[in-house]
């Protein structure tokens, strides 16, 4: 599918003085695409030239047109010397290969030195003609749509969900090359803006071959990352999730049956492309194939000390087993279940979905966090016959992934990601995601018409329709053959494996929710929260941090040295999140987001997540400190008031939390549940072990956390706990799309990105020094953005994430991109009220869940709950049970974490009054309003939608790279000054592009990278910085409009108001 | 402030990581790091070696850089003003802490420092968007809603009157820009703010002066101001143009706003674009034709006939109606001969920059002398203007018009207001009711003020 590219380039303005004698400049522009440049004229003396030239035309390969950028620069014309430029602009046309997508690109860019940052800005006018070819053998995949959001497009429905798709580029880094040590800063940093460019084009058609040849029209949660490995190479790779999307007409019924065939932009995916793998590749980029390995030796003999995988919270180790004792046991529907599921995914080398947000019934049931890291050494000799790849690396990781999720008793992985962190030669490569289970229907052919009509996948905001999600739960559960339809609200935290056969300890309940099926006592899971789950409550984000010290050491000593240290690092993390949980009354983590970066003389850990209390999970017990030796007076005292200052801080965020679990339900009598379930639920009871039923017991009056002190890094970990500062009044954050128990948004929103970088001026600390410098850091932090946006109270931070990194040595970079969300605190008060009597997030659940709270308490209730013994059991209940058991004794002998001992029974039964609203500011939303100002307005959200807001159309993915350097950093305003200005430029040509694509708003937007590296006494400084996101449109939903989705997608009308308003 | 730990280590500063500290080599500066307890106090081992630090240190961490950017730039205007009024950041956060910021958001020091720092540094990156506030509107960098950008530019244009006062007439050139620090210790403005606002000034001036058409409309199409600023502004181009003298100590009494108005009146009677305002030239400058035309009034003073006619009618209306009837008959003569004087000398350009210190020594300190309220002068002046067009003889009624407007609205504006209340505060102010000059000079006059005050 050949194509005629045309670029107009209309006009310039604010250009800066080139000619220092006349205070003017004498502009022209050269535009090129592939090898072929064409040039304007001069436009002499003038800050604002108006070339308005002529259509310049390429004709092209589709295949150059996903790969290349259109690349415009603008010059000064000189007479006597060479023409200086003024600046860049790469303008990625791909959204116009897309039918569905923008048809035109036109509007002001602003001109880009990497040297001196934004210089003017040009208006272009750009057009693409595609030629219908039917070219069997083609290289090229234009038409498939990328998303970078993790959940079905808004205005898209799901035929096909088909699964994983990975692709992985590598090259040299011109920075590295020799010809770098002749040419200009400029001339190198434009080199390697030029190649990623043209490397992620090509990973992006790649990708976009692989799907098309899977049958799929679409990628959703791509996610493109960059390695720069220095010296042995540049990877680019990206993973997502391959889709058949079906675009909701507007006016049309939501059920449109077409199939996925005959869906507009899917008759791309009928030519076969099965010469793919060979085919030659453009652009001397080399092929995965090619990337830099070492040598086969010490690879075998490092692959012990450096390829191990870690599993942490609720994950396990490779289980030798764990095949076997999968469905050995199950129940007959489980087993249909999983016949099911295993048949439609078994062709699937990796079973993996990127996606985070599901759309109702897809999510059968969740088993826990999975992840796998692997310490790699890079190898400086580029040896393109060596057989290993990084492909090879990626392929370890991923097997490993999928047989932890195996041994969870599930068949598939969600809210799937991969990272790396690179230090020298040393890189971690990381994959981490939740083991699920799968509704196998959206991965199959043919049976979507089947339950078309519940089918409607795009995901709903999570106002007021509860109702109808119920419905749709329900429809697919009993189409799953189960005999008792579970609750769409508990059954994904139902566990997966079978409770005789656990993978892991843990404390299995029958759910509280619908009492019919187990549930653990924790659930910790990468993807967000599941639209119809029940919470009581508000959630928040709850952050684990680590630091910990290591040697300066070079090469495989390095590498074995952080392989050792790994471990220690998760298992701290998962206690620290572990205790703040409980701290903060709530039982399951959600968006769990681990990091651990790795510098030359430490390393850094990062956990995030957001914490709610899932109603149907049981409720957490508090946290009971036991000293070890009991003699001391004054110790015994110590212990006591921190005990007291624990059992505050718990009540505490109880209040603040909103979280009021019902205990009252123990006065409940005659339980709606029929008896027939009742005595299946005793039945059960009885013929589970007797572990299983003391654990269950002690679930009536709860606790089940005890934290010895037995040194002093005991003491601290217990302090550190207690440090973490309460958010201020009005004040919210999770770091997931949503915010757990907030439903009315207001309109304002503001995205900002807030880098700080913290020297440590004394290299000989200890690891708790170290912690507690961290710590403070990361609270400094979060405090400084509470008062920057206090001016939007009430509102919440949402998808606050964090990203840590070291730079150097001594130095520690943290980034935080996120978006404050107003909302209306009104209503939110009488939701509140709503939600305070029961779990429910209307009155029908409400009623619904307090009957059968109702009843789990009245079963469980029977016997006084006794102190349970087995310490043993009760400590690594949410750790792991291992292969490796050496390595947890070794834990234990370094006693470096808390110990968990005895089971011990609190009784927290003090209801707590609704939380009263401190604070009653005016809101003052940031909304944005051009008065007649020629700028549209783009708004930026990490988020896949905008509050109160309809997305009409998505226009294509934003995918930037960009290097800035100075050599002036003082003049610059220093390091802050020159962060500042590019992290501003950053967003000045993210939302350039988008308003040039007709869009007003970029979803599911995030900041990649942030490499920072400084010279100050060169005075000198770089950043590299690499952005994407998904252009859209959309517009304002009018306030009473308040239909539930499913309607406002199918009436997508376009009479609604502008959304630049 | 607490030291927790006093550590001296004089250390070999990396200077741009110090950066604020360092730019002002005079300071000797208290600064506060992000760290709770980390105080660091920077002083500079002599003012000239500014390299050399002494740095106190209580924790082991320093930030190196600290950066919020917002998709929307989220400015503080309060901060804002503590930062157009020159403020250094260590001195803003003792504003903010004063005025209660730490009880915002549970907020410590630290916080407010990290806050302050990124503020003034946005505000320093905008204001090169400032300079030409019609770009702030067309760029792409900073997203900043549109009613925000109204207010940043109004606030950076606003300026102290007293600052203005100091300035005004001034020759806005680099020697006056010396002189600031004089200005800054006078009014107690800090340097930094003087010099914005003398910056401002002269960028005004720099885009208007060569313009045609209507100065106002001028500085508010090229500046985005308000009316009243714009007002504000024209008044001090007009001023520096003309490089009107207002420094004198007999003038010291008139404030800003008194000179700003007889600004507006001098440009809306004498320039050219006041008789013909499709004429496409300049307000800035008086029109010379005019003040050539001024010396043909000499005949109301030379014309001895002309002169007691002119006396005859304006006694003739005046009887009665003011208690300083006797004193003006004694002294019409003379007053008339200072106004007319003056107007006739306006052809050199060093007269027309004592404009205002010869009508107050030539007019208005006679009038004082003789205890003359300000009603009193309005109503003679109203009638000596009017009876000069009774006079047969008297062929440049244009002129005349167009100079006594000025005059006049002059006496009756504060230009001479504050002087004659405060010599007259006690003498009974005549009812303006007992008074009839002609009705439609009476509703000029009351349309006139109502729009010009």
């Known amino acids: ?1061 | 402030m607490q030291i927790r730990y006093a550590v001296f280590t004089p250390i070999l500063c990396r200077t741009q990581r110090f950066n604020c500290a360092i730019n002002n080599t005079r300071l000797q500066m208290l600064f506060t790091q992000t760290v709770p307890g980390a105080i660091y106090l920077l002083a500079t081992v002599s003012p000239r070696l500014d390299r050399y630090i002494t740095l106190v240190k209580a924790y082991k961490m320093s930030m190196e850089l600290d950066v919020f950017v917002g998709n929307t730039t989220i400015m503080d205007m309060e901060v804002y003003q503590l930062w157009l009024d020159g403020l250094t950041v260590s001195d803003a956060v003792k504003v903010r802490m004063d005025e209660g910021a730490l009880l915002e958001c549970e907020a410590n020091p630290e916080v407010l420092t990290s806050d302050t720092m990124d503020q003034f540094r946005t505000f320093q990156m905008c204001e090169r968007l400032l300079h030409s506030p019609t770009k702030l509107g067309s760029q792409l960098l900073y997203q900043i809603p549109a009613q925000n950008q109204i207010i940043l530019i109004e606030r950076y244009y606003e300026f102290d009157s007293v600052f203005a006062r100091e300035v005004l007439g001034k020759k806005l050139s680099k020697g006056t820009k010396k002189d600031l620090d004089d200005i800054s210790c006078k009014t107690g403005i800090t340097l930094k703010s003087c010099r914005r606002q003398f910056d401002n000034f002269k960028r005004v001036f720099k885009v208007v002066e060569e313009l045609k058409g209507p100065l106002v409309e001028n500085i508010q199409r090229h500046f985005l101001l308000s009316d009243t600023l714009a007002r504000d502004y024209a008044a001090i181009v007009f001023f520096a143009n003309s490089r009107f003298e207002t420094g004198k100590r007999k003038l010291q009494y008139l404030s800003f706003q008194d000179f700003a108005f007889c600004a507006g009146q001098l440009i809306s009677y004498w320039t050219i674009g006041a008789m013909d305002s499709m004429m496409e030239d300049m307000d800035v400058d008086l029109e010379k034709e005019f003040l050539n035309e001024l010396k043909d009034l000499k005949v109301l003073v030379n014309d001895k006939d002309m002169m007691d006619q002119h006396k005859i009618l304006v006694c003739a209306a005046l009887r009665g109606k003011i208690k300083v009837y006797k004193l003006m008959e004694v002294n019409f003569k003379n007053l008339s001969r200072a106004l007319v004087n003056l107007a006739s000398k306006l052809t050199h350009t060093k007269d027309v920059r004592d404009l205002f210190i010869d009508l107050v020594e030539k007019f208005i300190e006679p009038c004082r002398y003789d205890r003359w309220t300000v009603a009193e002068i309005t109503l003679f002046l109203t009638h000596y203007t009017n009876a000069a067009h009774c006079l047969g003889t008297f062929r440049h009624q244009m002129i005349w018009d167009r100079y006594m407007g000025v005059i006049k609205s002059s006496q009756c504006s504060p230009l001479l207001h504050l002087s004659l209340i405060k010599v007259n505060y006690l003498s009974p102010t005549p009812s303006i009711s007992s008074v009839s000059p002609p009705v439609n000079i009476l509703n000029e006059l009351n349309t006139f003020l109502i729009c010009k005050l």
């Open chain 1, 1 to 1061: 599918m050949p194509g005629k590219l045309k670029a107009k380039i209309v006009a310039g303005r604010h250009l800066p003085v080139m000619d220092r004698a006349s205070d003017l400049t004498d502009a022209f522009v050269e535009v090129k695409f592939g090898n072929t440049t064409f040039k304007t004229d001069v436009y002499p003396k003038s800050l604002n030239p108006q070339w308005n030239s002529e259509w310049f035309k390429f004709e092209v390969d589709d295949e150059d047109l996903q790969d290349e950028p259109l690349q415009i620069t603008v010059l000064d014309h000189d007479t006597y010397s060479a023409n200086d430029a003024i600046g860049k602009v790469y303008i990625d046309i791909d959204p116009l290969l897309s039918s569905e997508a923008a048809t035109v690109i036109s509007g002001w860019f602003p001109i880009y030195d990497t040297i001196h940052g934004i210089r003017g800005e040009i208006n272009v006018l750009v057009k693409v003609d595609l030629f219908n070819d039917l070219n069997r053998f083609r290289q090229s995949s234009c038409g498939v749509k990328f998303f970078c959001t993790t959940s079905i497009p808004r205005c898209y429905r799901a035929a096909l969900v088909h699964g994983f798709v990975e692709e992985l580029v590598v090259n040299e880094d011109p920075e590295y090359q020799w010809i770098d040590r002749i040419r200009t800063p400029r001339a190198s940093n434009e080199a390697r803006q030029r190649l990623i460019s043209l490397m992620s084009g090509e990973l992006q058609r790649k990708i976009g071959l692989k799907v098309l040849e899977m049958g799929g029209n679409a990628v959703v949660g791509y996610l493109q990352c960059f390695d720069l490995e220095g010296e042995s190479g540049l990877v680019v790779r990206a993973i997502g999730t391959a889709c058949t999307l079906d675009k909701l007409i507007p006016g049309s019924a939501s059920n449109t049956n077409t199939h996925p065939n005959t869906a507009p932009a899917s008759n791309a995916c009928n030519s076969p492309s099965k010469e793919i793998k060979e085919s030659p590749l453009a652009h001397g980029c080399r092929s995965s194939h090619n990337s830099p390995v070492h040598s086969a030796c010490s690879s075998q003999r490092l692959s012990h000390s450096q390829n191990f995988s870690v599993s942490v919270p609720t994950l396990v180790f490779t289980g030798m087993g764990s095949g076997i004792s999968v469905g050995k046991e199950a129940g007959p529907l489980k087993t249909l279940l999983r016949q099911q599921a295993q048949s439609a995914l078994e062709q699937r080398e990796f079973p993996f979905f990127t996606l985070t947000c599901f759309p109702p019934g897809f999510l059968v049931h969740i088993g826990g966090v999975v992840s796998a890291r692997s310490v790699k050494l890079l190898d400086r000799i580029h040896n393109p016959d060596e057989p290993e790849t990084r492909d090879a690396w990626w392929e370890e990781i991923r097997q490993e992934i999928k047989s932890h999720a195996k041994a969870l008793g599930c068949h598939a992985v969600v809210g799937y990601s991969e990272s790396t962190t690179i230090c020298e030669e040393v890189c971690i490569l990381s994959a981490s995601g939740t083991a699920a289970m799968l509704n196998p229907r959206f991965m199959r052919e043919g049976c979507l018409d089947a339950g078309g009509s519940d089918q409607r996948l795009s995901r709903q905001p999570p106002l007021g329709m509860v109702g109808s999600e119920r419905a749709e739960g329900e429809v697919s559960s009993s189409w799953l053959g189960f005999d008792d339809a579970s609750p769409p609200s508990c059954g994904f935290c139902h566990i997966p494996y079978d409770e005789f056969n656990m993978p892991f300890p843990a404390q299995l309940t029958y759910c509280y929710h619908c009492r019919r099926q187990k549930v653990p006592d924790v659930l910790f899971t990468t993807i967000d929260l599941p639209a119809e789950a029940a919470v009581t409550g508000k959630g928040c984000l709850i952050q684990a941090r680590l630091c910990r010290t290591k040697k300066k050491a070079q090469g495989e000593v390095n590498a074995t040295a952080i392989s050792n240290l790994l471990p220690f690092m998760e298992y701290e993390l998962h206690t620290q999140l572990m205790n703040k949980l409980k701290l903060r009354c709530m039982n399951a983590l959600f968006g769990l987001r681990i990091q651990i970066s790795v510098g030359e003389n430490m390393l850094l850990g990062l956990a995030s997540a957001t914490g709610v209390y899932l109603s149907a999970l049981p409720a957490p017990g508090g946290i009971q400190i036991a000293g070890k030796t009991p003699s001391d007076l004054s110790y015994d005292q110590h212990i006591s008031t921190m005990q007291k200052r624990i059992n505050d801080t718990i009540a505490m965020n109880k209040e603040l939390y909103n979280i009021h679990p019902p205990e009252c339900i123990e006065e409940v009598v005659g339980s709606p549940i029929p008896d027939r379930q009742r005595s299946r639920l005793f039945r059960s009871t009885s013929e589970s072990s007797d572990e299983l039923s003391e654990l269950d017991l002690s679930h009536g009056k709860k606790d089940a956390f005890v934290l010895e002190i037995d040194d002093t890094d005991a003491v601290e970990d217990i302090q550190s706990l207690l440090t973490d500062a309460p958010m201020p009044a009005g004040f919210y954050s999770c770091n997931t799309e949503v915010m757990p128990g907030i439903y009315n948004w207001t309109s304002g929103l503001q995205m900002f990105t807030s880098v700080r970088v913290y020297r440590l001026n004394n290299a000989n600390l200890t690891n708790q020094g170290l912690n507690k410098i961290f710590t403070d850091l990361c609270e400094n932090l979060l405090k400084s953005l509470y008062f920057k946006l206090r001016s939007m109270i009430p509102c919440c931070l949402c998808h606050l994430n964090f990203t840590v990194a070291v730079p150097e040595e001594e130095l520690i970079q943290v980034a935080v991109t996120a978006v404050a969300m107003s909302f209306d605190k009104e209503t939110q008060l009488a939701a509140d009220k709503a939600l305070n009597k029961g779990s429910g997030e209307n009155e029908e659940q409400l009623q619904f869940s307090m009957e059968l709270c109702g009843e789990s308490t009245s079963s469980n209730n029977q016997p006084t709950a006794k102190p349970s013994g087995l310490p043993e059991s009760a400590m690594t209940h949410s750790s792991s049970r291992d292969r490796c058991s050496t390595w947890l004794e070794l834990l234990r002998l370094k006693a470096h974490t808390i110990r968990r001992g005895s089971v011990k029974t609190t009784s927290s039964s003090e209801r707590c009054s609704p939380l009263p609203e401190v604070r009653s500011r005016s809101l003052r939303s940031t909304r944005s309003l051009p008065c007649g100002a020629p700028v549209t307005v783009v708004k930026m959200t990490p988020l896949s939608f905008l509050p109160r807001t309809r997305i009409v159309k998505y226009l294509g993915i934003i995918n930037m790279f960009f290097i800035r350097e100075t050599t002036s950093l003082r003049e610059e305003g220093g390091v802050s000054g020159f962060l500042h200005s590019f992290i501003a430029e950053v967003f000045a040509m993210v939302r350039a592009h988008v308003a040039a694509l007709g869009g007003n708003a970029v979803v599911s937007y995030s900041m990649k990278e942030c490499v920072f590296m400084e010279n100050p006494n060169k005075n000198q400084a770089q950043c590299l910085i690499n952005v994407s996101g998904d252009a859209v449109i959309f517009v304002r939903e009018s306030d009473q409009e308040a239909i539930p989705p499913l309607i406002t997608c199918g009436q997508t009308s376009t009479t609604g108001a502008d959304g630049t308003t």
